[in-house]
């Protein structure tokens, strides 16, 4: 069982740069696949990255080499570090944690919200 509380969310001009970071309760967190999704007002939620169990990660193509993912296991937290931003990238940004197993398990933060705007 896992929840997930985000935090760093905020006004930043575009070029600006914020770090979100989602801190989890729960056991065994080193053994879910974390992400981060966003969601702007009449879009559908999307991922924006994701960081497996092993250590990989994927981003949506809007994002790669600006937005970064990282995880502390030992912390059980989960980071975001979004540089580069752009008015495009306002949203609710939430964070993820998933594992699945024969009943898959699937949990998600508030969410906190980002606008970018001069």
């Known amino acids: 069982q896992v929840q997930l509380v985000e935090s760093g969310g905020g006004l930043v001009q575009p070029g600006g740069s914020l770090r979100l970071s989602c801190t989890a309760s729960?056991?065994?967190?080193?053994?879910?696949?974390v992400g981060w999704y966003r969601q702007a007002p009449g879009r559908q939620r999307e991922l924006v990255a994701a960081?497996?169990?092993?250590?990989?990660?994927n981003y949506d193509d809007s994002v790669k080499g600006r937005f970064t993912i990282s995880r502390d296991n030992a912390k059980k937290a989960v980071y975001l570090q979004m540089n580069s931003l752009k008015p495009e990238d306002t949203a609710v940004y939430y964070c993820?944690?998933?594992?699945?197993?024969?009943?898959?398990?699937?949990?998600w933060g508030q969410g906190t919200q980002v606008t970018v705007s001069s």
């Open positions: 729960g056991s065994f967190f080193n053994l879910w696949t």
């Open positions: 960081s497996s169990n092993g250590g990989s990660t």
């Open positions: 993820n944690a998933k594992l699945n197993l024969m009943v898959p398990k699937e949990y």
